[in-house]
T-cell receptor, first 117, second 114 residues
Framework: NAGVMQNPRHLVRRRGQEARLRCSPM?????VYWYRQLPEEGLKFMVY????????ESGMPKERFSAEFPKEGPSILRIQQVVRGDSAAYFC???????????????FGPGTRLTVL | AQKITQTQPGMFVQEKEAVTLDCTYD???????LFWYKQPSSGEMIFLIY??????QNATEGRYSLNFQKARKSANLVISASQLGDSAMYFC???????????FGAGTRLTVKP
């Protein structure tokens, strides 16, 4: 059973370009979470999605960032017009369908390291 | 306000000895889960151990155990018989009730000395 997959593992972009980060959840998982980790810091929640729905985007910057999780295919985190401050590791996590009150573990992917030149 | 506090930026331990990594949390939700993750230099996040707020016993997973003191709101990770491969960043995290996000502490960098 393959784990959470993210690609690319490393991404270099120049200021003003677009960055697309992909995440394929574990088989059978319908919940996807995106986190950002700045150097020497812990992970910060960005957005939570289920298939075709954004459930919680309270941690997402209001501009330039968007996320989707289509019916078919991976979840995509899209950053438009990247700036140097976007340089970070972006982690995707997935969890199985929650069942009333249960606190489920999130399984993390290997991350995508974005460098903005 | 900080939800998760890890007060030790760095810790050193001798190989084969035990080490405790501190974590305190802040929540008013009676239902929550506490997690520890390991992040080696390669960067991936590796799940280690989970403790639910209603669990009666402290969680254990091999050499990892969680010293859960609910009244003090602490969830310290104990690693027994340290190995060189345990050198990594360790993050404590909490998920409250039905919330969607997991809050992470700033991490503790553990170095195991031969």
């Amino acid at each position: 059973n393959a784990g959470v997959m993210q690609n690319p593992r490393h991404l270099v972009r120049r200021r003003g370009q677009e960055a697309r980060l992909r995440c394929s959840p574990m088989k059978g998982h319908s919940h996807v979470y995106w986190y950002r980790q700045l150097p020497e810091e812990g992970l910060k929640f960005m957005v939570y999605l289920q298939k075709e729905n954004i459930i919680d985007e309270s941690g997402m910057p209001k501009e330039r960032f968007s996320a989707e999780f289509p019916k078919e295919g991976p979840s995509i985190l899209r950053i438009q017009q990247v700036v140097r401050g976007d340089s970070a590791a972006y982690f995707c996590a997935s969890s199985p369908r929650t069942s009333g009150g249960a606190v489920n573990e999130q399984f993390f992917g290997p991350g995508t390291r974005l460098t903005v030149l | 306000a900080q939800k998760i506090t890890q007060t030790q930026p760095g810790m050193f331990v001798q190989e084969k000895e035990a080490v405790t990594l501190d974590c305190t949390y802040d929540t008013s939700d009676p239902s929550y889960g506490l997690f520890w993750y390991k992040q080696p230099s390669s960067g991936e996040m590796i799940f280690l151990i989970y403790q639910g707020s209603y669990d009666q016993q402290n969680a254990t997973e091999g050499r990892y155990s969680l010293n859960f003191q609910k009244a003090r709101k602490s969830a310290n990770l104990v690693i027994s018989a340290s190995q060189l491969g345990d050198s990594a960043m360790y993050f404590c995290a909490m998920r409250e009730g039905q919330n969607n996000d997991m809050r992470f502490g700033a991490g503790t960098r553990l170095t195991v000395k031969p």
